[in-house]
Nanobody, 119 residues
Framework: QVQLVESGGGLVQAGGSLRLSCTAS????????MAWFRQAPGKERERLAT????????YINDSVKGRYTISRDNAKNTVYLQMNGRKPEDTAVYYC????????????WGQGTQVTVSS
């Protein structure tokens, strides 16, 4: 079973940049499709970005397209979320998640990291 740990969250001013990292242990991350989600208080969880096992294909939600980028370094067992042009409405808990190729849902989750954007 893969364990995921997010890092890199914190307080950033509007317009600033932040990079989140998600490091896996227990399994080789290259066998998992990865995703980043976020959940703001009182709102549903939102899928932001996904990346395939090799990193050759990505999906970015329209709500953050042009500002967010997902990437991975399988040698480091780490997935990244680069966030530019931060807005106060980006304030949320950000989660990384993993899905095996044989699974239909993302069923491995990190504990989340808080990101707060000040105006």
């Amino acid at each position: 079973q893969v364990q995921l740990v997010e890092s890199g969250g914190g307080l950033v001013q509007a317009g600033g940049s932040l990079r989140l990292s998600c490091t896996a242990s227990g399994r080789t991350l290259s066998n998992y499709r990865m995703a980043w989600f976020r959940q703001a208080p009182g709102k549903e969880r939102e899928r932001l970005a996904t990346i395939n096992c090799s990193g050759s294909m990505t999906y970015i939600n329209d709500s953050v397209k042009g500002r967010y980028t997902i990437s991975r370094d399988n040698a480091k067992n780490t997935v990244y979320l680069q966030m530019n042009g931060r807005k106060p409405e980006d304030t949320a808990v950000y989660y990384c998640s993993a899905r095996r190729l044989t699974d239909n849902i993302y069923n491995y989750w990190g504990q989340g990291t808080q990101v707060t954007v000040s105006s």
